[in-house]
């Protein structure tokens, strides 16, 4: 059974074991390796973020945040983040927090859903955005250092809400 809710300060180990597992997959996040943990939870866990986990069986295996993606006179526009611990993956939880992030995203006021790099070859990734209403509006070649394909293409995607 799946449950997803607001993210606690106790919650935060799982959180920074989860960025760092996939920052050093390199193949779907920006953040170097090398990422402070400090830095992290400020992205992640500190306001105006607004972040959330999944649990299965009492275990945090996927979190998300949703914050403006820009300040002021853009700060209608949502941006958001998803991670799923590699152990978890293929189970359909991007999609249900992509799912719960929607909603919430209407509950705190935002009209649409900006994603401003997304790596190109995350099918994955771009499957599940796709199937949940976003469209590709942009395409920055060569933007993303992938660990094992070298450079590639980084996608930004849009979804009125």
């Not at 306001?47 to 949703?66: K, L, Q, S």
Request: aromatic fraction near 12%; charged fraction near 15%.
């Amino acid at each position: 059974m799946l449950t997803i809710r607001p993210a606690t300060e106790h919650d935060w180990s799982a959180i920074w074991a989860m960025f760092q597992q996939v920052t050093a997959a390199g193949d779907a996040f920006a953040y170097d390796v090398e990422t402070p943990e400090a830095v992290a939870r400020k992205l992640w866990v500190e306001p105006p973020a607004h972040a959330f986990v999944a649990e299965m069986d009492g275990a945090v295996v996927g979190t998300y945040y949703v914050r403006p993606n820009q300040p002021g006179r853009g700060a209608h526009i949502a941006n958001a983040g998803y991670m799923v611990a590699t152990a978890a993956q293929g189970r359909g939880l991007a999609s249900a927090l992509c799912r719960h992030s929607l909603d919430m995203a209407r509950q705190l006021g935002f009209r649409a859903m900006q994603f401003n790099f997304v790596v190109s070859s995350n099918t994955a990734a771009v499957r599940v955005w796709e199937k949940h209403g976003f469209h590709i509006i942009g395409r920055v070649p060569a933007a993303f250092r992938h660990e094992t394909l070298g450079l590639v293409d980084a996608l930004i995607f849009y979804r009125a809400l």
